[in-house]
């Protein structure tokens, strides 16, 4: 369901080192998640995204990793640049209506 | 890649004016935009589904006739705050998707809305 909170985790990840965001999905039913990242005060950008197909995709410096068993899924970020400092959000979208529901999300430090 | 612009980006006005945002797909046409609220430090709720040319569908809790949208064409659909108090406060975001499937939505840049 929709996630609700009033304060968001953090990560505090050293300039160069490798981020790992994680993510529990609420519906075993769910085929297609995407990870989203935001910079405050600005609309969700489109990262990477996987069918429940795979369990593994690779972009640019990021692979997403989906694990169905644990309804788990995570973003790996290589070499973590400052840029990357944002609140980066997982979404799940269950059958045709194309909704997606949101993780409560994480927010990503990088310490130059 | 898809571009969706959001217009405006901040507004502040009075309690009980109305208030109408326009989200547009600049370079796809979308099959079905959708409209998210997020207060701060918080996830993006979904208020409602919008597919073109027909009726919105509005999420549990969210009231239509308060949250009026109109999807006229495949690269256009508003949002209207009719007669805003400070509760509607809050940071509205659009998306939308093309028609092909597990394409991913792409979201405006936001809007920032104030009622004073």
């Known amino acids: 369901g929709e996630s609700v909170g009033l304060h968001l985790p953090t990560l505090s990840v050293q300039e160069g080192d490798n981020s790992i965001i994680n993510c529990a999905y609420s519906?075993?039913?769910?085929?297609?998640f995407i990870w989203y990242k935001q910079e405050s005060g600005k609309g969700p950008q489109f990262i990477i995204d996987?069918?429940?197909?795979?369990d593994k995709r690779q972009g640019q410096r990021v692979t997403v990793l989906l694990n169905k068993t644990v309804k788990h899924l995570s973003l790996q970020i290589a070499a973590t640049q400052p840029g990357d400092s944002a609140v980066y959000f997982c979404?799940?979208?269950?059958?045709?209506?194309?909704?997606?529901?949101f993780g409560s999300g994480t927010r990503l430090l990088v310490r130059p | 890649g898809a571009v969706v612009s959001q217009h405006p980006s901040w507004v502040i006005c009075k309690s009980g004016t109305s208030v109408k945002i326009e989200c547009r797909s600049l370079?796809?046409?979308?099959?079905?935009m959708f409209w998210y609220r997020q207060f701060p430090k918080q996830s993006l709720m979904l208020m409602a589904t919008?597919?073109?040319?027909?009726?919105?569908?509005?999420e549990q809790g969210v009231e239509k006739d308060k949250f009026l949208i109109n999807h006229a064409s495949l690269t256009l659909s508003t949002l209207t705050v009719t007669s805003a108090h400070p509760e509607d406060s809050s940071f509205y975001i659009c998306?939308?998707?093309?028609?092909?499937?597990?394409?991913?939505?792409?979201f405006g840049d936001g809007t920032r809305l104030s009622i004073l």
């Open positions: 998306s939308a998707r093309g028609d092909r499937d597990n394409q991913p939505q792409h």
């Open positions: 519906n075993s039913a769910s085929d297609y």
């Open positions: 996987i069918r429940s197909n795979m």
């Open positions: 979404a799940e979208n269950t059958g045709s209506s194309y909704k997606l529901i």
């Open positions: 370079d796809f046409q979308a099959t079905t």
């Open positions: 919008s597919n073109e040319g027909s009726k919105a569908t509005y």
